[in-house]
């Protein structure tokens, strides 16, 4: 029985999802790892496959903006699909291998996984003639788009366990008009723990697929600090050019037998001269380092987890950096922040505190237990 690394990983942006895919996939195609299979879950956002009809996009860009979803054009096959918390996200990243090499067995195979996934929580689903994915009557319970590049597989399957279904209103899921989209919720009218889910996903995928599921941790564990004062103008810090030069919040790693809270008061003692409660966001994010400070085992890619705080300091302090690492600090607007951070996760935190400053509901994200920091996925 072939291996194949399980990575439970928590809310990753789409790009940081498809750089990962991307860096996976070749390393797969040049034999350098196992199989893997990615589990994760996205923020709000629609992507179009390859082919796929943009009049599908029902909502304007303004519209999208106001419920906080984005819009991708992706490389998977497949048209329009949404993905968001509490929708669980698989990706294989799987060398077919000789006399497996059909991608219609491959997707009917994912099926199978959804099928069997959903029947444990009593849910009957079929195939839907000329319809990929798993449907319960007409309604859409999972989504499949897969994308093959020299027999390895990519993006792959989005089942709605506790997904806002609202959302779907957005768009015309996967171009067919008359259709709907349910969840493991709806259909059994309870919450559904968001790990329960992944477990039975992943006993259920090397059923099918016949693998032996090696679980692989995250490389590094690190904790992000979005600073803010009183006025809601955002604290950043400038990594010095041969550090990566580039504006970033406060970050750091947790250290052996640390927990997340006594890693955020550290590194905002050590990175500003102050200390201030760190609130935890509820907001735990992973991605992919590349960096020329961390190595990684037989060159495998690092991922690092990132549990994010929030504290309040008065702007009016002079600001002590790590000179070792920074070589500037300054305070701005939420707009001047967002123009000057370069990674999505890091986007995705701050437009988080923005809503939670103003006030505007948060939706809970669910996680799994527990960026050049390229730090990105999809199907359909």
């Known amino acids: 029985m072939r291996t194949c690394e399980l990575r439970q990983l928590h809310l990753v942006t789409y790009e940081n999802g498809m750089k990962l895919q991307q860096k996976l996939v070749e390393m797969?195609?040049?034999?350098?790892?196992?199989?893997?299979?990615?589990?994760?879950?996205?923020?709000?956002?629609?992507?179009?496959?390859?082919?796929?009809?943009?009049?599908?996009?029902?909502?304007?860009?303004?519209?999208?903006?106001?419920?906080?979803?984005?819009?991708?054009?992706?490389?998977?096959?497949?048209d329009i699909t949404y993905h968001g918390p509490g929708q669980l996200v698989g990706y294989p990243i799987i060398h077919l291998g000789e006399g497996k090499r059909d991608v219609r067995k491959y997707v009917t195979r994912l099926e199978e996984v959804l099928i069997?996934?959903?029947?444990?929580?009593?849910?009957?689903?079929?195939?839907?003639?000329?319809?990929?994915?798993?449907?319960?009557?007409?309604?859409?319970?999972?989504?499949?788009g897969v994308r093959i590049a020299r027999w390895v597989t990519s993006h792959g399957f989005a089942l709605n366990a506790g997904t806002n279904l609202d959302h779907f209103r957005l768009i015309t899921p996967c171009g067919l008009r008359g259709s709907g989209v349910t969840?493991?919720?709806?259909?059994?009218?309870?919450?559904?723990?968001q790990q329960e889910v992944r477990d039975i996903v992943a006993a259920k995928f090397a059923e099918v697929f016949e693998r032996q599921l090696v679980v692989r941790p995250e490389t590094i564990q690190l904790i992000k600090i979005m600073v803010h004062d009183d006025q809601?103008?955002?604290?950043?810090?400038?990594?010095?050019?041969?550090?990566?030069?580039f504006w970033q919040p406060i970050t750091g790693a947790i250290e052996a037998g640390e927990s997340p809270a006594a890693a955020a008061a550290r590194e905002m003692l050590e990175e500003t001269g102050y200390t201030a409660p760190a609130v935890a966001m509820g907001l735990t994010q992973s991605f992919m380092i590349e960096s020329q400070y961390l190595a990684s085992q037989h060159g495998a890619p690092i991922i690092a987890s990132e549990v994010a705080f929030e504290t309040e300091l008065d702007s009016t302090l002079p600001i002590r950096v790590d000179a070792e690492e920074h070589d500037a600090s300054g305070w701005f607007t939420f707009e001047e922040a967002l123009n000057r951070i370069r990674w999505t996760d890091d986007r995705e935190a701050l437009e988080r505190l923005q809503r939670q400053l103003n006030g505007a509901e948060v939706v809970e994200l669910h996680s799994a237990p527990g960026t050049t920091i390229p730090r990105d996925l999809a199907t359909s």
Do not use: M
């Open 28 to 78: 797969r195609q040049r034999d350098e790892l196992p199989d893997q299979f990615l589990l994760l879950e996205h923020p709000p956002v629609i992507t179009l496959g390859r082919g796929g009809n943009r009049a599908n996009l029902l909502a304007s860009d303004d519209r999208l903006k106001s419920e906080g979803v984005r819009f991708f054009e992706t490389t998977r096959g497949g």
């Open 232 to 245: 809601h103008r955002i604290l950043l810090l400038h990594r010095r050019p041969e550090r990566g030069n």
């Open 116 to 144: 069997r996934t959903v029947a444990e929580y009593g849910i009957t689903a079929t195939r839907l003639d000329g319809k990929r994915g798993i449907w319960i009557g007409n309604n859409k319970i999972a989504a499949i």
């Open 183 to 193: 969840s493991i919720e709806h259909e059994t009218g309870r919450p559904v723990p």
